[in-house]
Nanobody, 112 residues
Framework: QVQLIESGGGTVQVGGSLKLSCTAS???????MAWFRQAPGQEREFVAR????????TYADSVKGRFTISRDNVEDTLDLKMNNLKPEDTAIYYC??????WGQGTQVTVSS
């Protein structure tokens, strides 16, 4: 059974940074994976995607230049480094194998 488990969420001030990680049990992270987020009262939205095996990263316009998605082949995790965080980044962040698996999410709160 495949489980995606996110970690690294928390509360940070405007302009701060966080790194989210996603580990997968029952699955090697050798596939296209993505991060999504869902803010209160809003629909889930795409944040970033990392293609496999081409390693091509794509980002939502709202996070481009501030967030970096990467794969740690040693730790076997999918990471999302978030810099210059804004209040509108506050959401539950989900790791995903698009079309197949979702994690339970980790809360990110950016306070002003």
């Amino acid at each position: 059974q495949v489980q995606l488990i996110e970690s690294g969420g928390g509360t940070v001030q405007v302009g701060g940074s966080l790194k989210l990680s996603c580990t997968a049990s029952g699955l090697l992270i050798r596939t296209t994976m993505a991060w999504f987020r869902q803010a209160p009262g809003q629909e889930r939205e795409f944040v970033a995607r990392l293609g496999y095996p081409n390693g091509v990263a794509t980002y939502a316009d709202s996070v481009k230049g501030r967030f970096t998605i990467s794969r740690d082949n040693v730790e076997d995790t999918l990471d999302l480094k978030m810099n210059n965080l804004k209040p509108e980044d506050t959401a539950i962040y989900y790791c995903s194998v698009p079309g197949y698996y979702w994690g339970q999410g980790t809360q990110v709160t950016v306070s002003s």
